[in-house]
């Protein structure tokens, strides 16, 4: 009890986020997620990208289908390259709302809306993409006049000497105590850089590359990104990867304390625990 008292006494409460970070947090964290549900609405309308200006379905560099068998039943088929993978239930066949297999790329339970709906994923899509282009505006407004970038997300040069010791203790779920842990780590940072700056930018491009009135008014964009069909598939390149990292970001966040996170992430304030040298992240 002596032991707890004491780890108890030493622990600190610090104000980890701002008031702007949080917000615009969540903002991004509803508009990520309905993007991805309507935009895999999109995507299913015609399940296959290219690389290019066309879309000639023999050239396709991944496609989802459903095929008859030859005893008269059908299966679900991804085919990326020249390699066709069987994926009934998941992607090319599934069940959807009501409860009859549909020949979709993805399964209803991963699109919005649920059942076939092309206009209304789009206007989804649309709504929460501009919504997502304000609220990173704002956050990039309040990055550059606070100096949030350069204070909280720059990695210094110790912790980049120390890149090997961080990812080495990542992999032990060794995560940072005492005044390291007062500031992301240099693996968040990068990869928070890489989504700010790298990611959601392409995305955004991508994206209005996509657009008709968009490639009018700025026809550099489809010289940019090799044709409409190959914008379209960096934008859903861009959209795994930063899927990939939201699913990264979440298991981190409960692997290295959920409320401790989550409270910081609502409140501002987060719970340091007492220093045990860990990780050789400092400054």
């Not at 239930?89 to 009859?100: A, K």
């Not at 842990?181 to 996509?210: D, H, R, W």
């Not at 550099?220 to 861009?238: E, K, M, N, P, V």
């Not at 910081?264 to 719970?271: A, D, H, K, L, Q």
């Amino acid at each position: 009890m002596a032991d707890v008292a004491a780890t108890q006494e030493r622990a600190q409460i610090v104000y980890r986020h701002s008031l702007a970070v949080r917000i615009t947090h969540w903002v991004n964290a509803l508009c990520l997620l309905v993007l991805l549900l309507s935009g895999l609405q999109i995507f299913n309308a015609h399940p296959a990208l290219y690389l290019g200006s066309t879309s000639e379905p023999d050239r396709a560099i991944l496609s989802m289908d459903a095929v008859q068998r030859d005893d008269g039943t059908y299966a679900g088929t991804t085919t990326i390259g020249s390699h066709t993978f069987d994926t009934t239930g998941v992607f090319g066949l599934s069940y959807g709302p009501g409860g009859d297999l549909e020949d979709r790329g993805f399964p209803s339970w991963l699109t919005l809306p649920s059942y076939r709906d092309l206009a209304t994923g789009r206007r989804w899509h649309f709504f929460f993409a501009w919504l997502l282009v304000l609220n990173g505006a704002a956050y990039l407004v309040y990055a550059a006049w606070s100096g949030h970038v350069r204070r909280d997300l720059a990695p210094t040069r110790t912790q980049f000497r120390h890149i090997g010791h961080s990812i080495w203790a990542h992999i032990r779920f060794h995560f940072p105590t005492g005044e390291e842990a007062k500031s992301y780590n240099v693996l968040q940072k990068l990869a928070y850089l890489a989504v700010i700056f790298g990611l959601l930018p392409l995305i955004v491009l991508t994206g209005l590359t996509m657009s008709p009135a968009m490639d009018a008014a700025f026809p550099f964009l489809l010289d940019i990104f090799g044709g409409r069909q190959s914008a379209r598939t960096i934008h859903f390149l861009c959209a795994s990867a930063i899927t990939l990292f939201v699913i990264v970001h979440i298991f981190m966040v409960f692997a290295s304390g959920a409320w401790n996170n989550i409270r910081s992430m609502i409140t501002g304030r987060y719970v340091i625990a007492p220093d045990t040298k860990e990780i050789p992240d400092g400054k």
